[in-house]
């Protein structure tokens, strides 16, 4: 049986190591990232909205998403752009949810598309927290995405799961399901992060209206 292994290694009093590992019988253990020991919130305040917790309307989310000019991959592991909390295997599992390729560029992505990753982010992480990450759905990439050698990769479906290199990193897909979109669908107006985080700050308040006068719901 394997056990999860938390442990914190002090590299200074306003800095720790944080290490996650699971123990089978080879001890293997498995580099996670870094916990910072902060005297105020400052850092924090550069991350982007937790995607479980705060994530924006579909109106916001599409404005903002469209208008990024890099690889979708690469905009939802960017913790200080849209959105934080994806990760790799995440986004990988979002991107196979949503049939979307990891490498089309998020400007390519029509707004029915970007609908979609959205429900997907919300489906992915919701379902990843309920079950613990532990016994995710059979018809996920997760269960067939790890690699024993050399050997082929297949889906629940019978179709083979590829790796390619996306945003920088290893990522898993299904060349069948998830097909690249070229060209662009940008839309006018320049929805930068300025403009992301301000849409995202007067929605907070309450005070953010569609077209019509009315609140622009989630």
Sequence with gaps: TSHRL?????????????????VPRDYMYVWFGRLYLLDNDDELQKLAPDALTELPNEETFTAAFGDQ????????????????????????????????????RASALRAEDITRLRS??????????????QDLPSNWLYPYRWPKGNERLFDSMGREIINIKAGGRSSYMVAEVQKKLEGSNKRKGGNNLVTY??????EKDGSHCNGNGSSAQS
């Design 6 to 22: 938390l442990s914190l290694r002090c590299a200074s009093w306003t800095a720790a190591e944080l290490f996650v590992a699971t």
């Design 69 to 104: 000019d890099k690889a979708v991959k690469t905009v939802l592991m960017d913790q200080s752009g849209l959105l934080s909390g994806l990760g790799n295997w995440t986004s990988d599992e979002v991107l196979y949810q949503s049939a979307i390729h990891p490498e089309t």
């Design 120 to 133: 997907a982010v919300k489906y992915v992480l919701e379902t990843a927290v309920e079950r613990d990450g």
């Design 197 to 202: 985080r301000k849409r995202l700050n007067a």
